[in-house]
């Protein structure tokens, strides 16, 4: 059974930074992209950022540009997101995904496996 857990997320101050983990387990992940997205209350899901396999692409959303960076360690098969100069439009449910083709994570369509999520909290 493939799973995916979060963590990291906590209530911090505007300028603050948090760094959230996903871990994922239950089968090989080789050459599976890996990606976060986030729900704002009364918001829809959106795009955070992605990384390929081998961690020589990466995307973000323009909100967080600058400021986020995503990195992962395939041995540990965990993807990271380290979050600086956090605003309290930052504010959401942050939802780690890992899907065979990184495309599908950037358009946030047929994802193959979500985790829980993991509020992330800014105060202003």
């Known amino acids: 059974q493939v799973q995916l857990v979060e963590s990291g997320g906590g209530l911090v101050q505007t300028g603050g930074s948090l760094r959230l983990s996903c871990a994922a387990s239950?089968?090989?992940?080789?050459?599976?992209?890996m990606g976060w997205f986030r729900q704002a209350p009364g918001k829809e899901l959106a795009f955070v950022a992605v990384i390929n396999w081998s961690g020589s692409r990466k995307d973000y959303a323009d909100s967080v540009k600058g400021r986020f960076t995503i990195s992962r360690d395939n041995a540990k098969n965990t993807v990271y997101l380290q979050m600086n100069n956090l605003k309290p439009e930052d504010t959401a449910v942050y939802y780690c995904a890992v899907d065979a083709l990184l495309g599908d994570l950037v358009t946030g369509s047929r994802i193959d496996y979500w985790g829980q999520g993991t509020q992330v909290t800014v105060s202003s």
């Open positions: 239950g089968r090989p992940f080789t050459h599976y992209a």
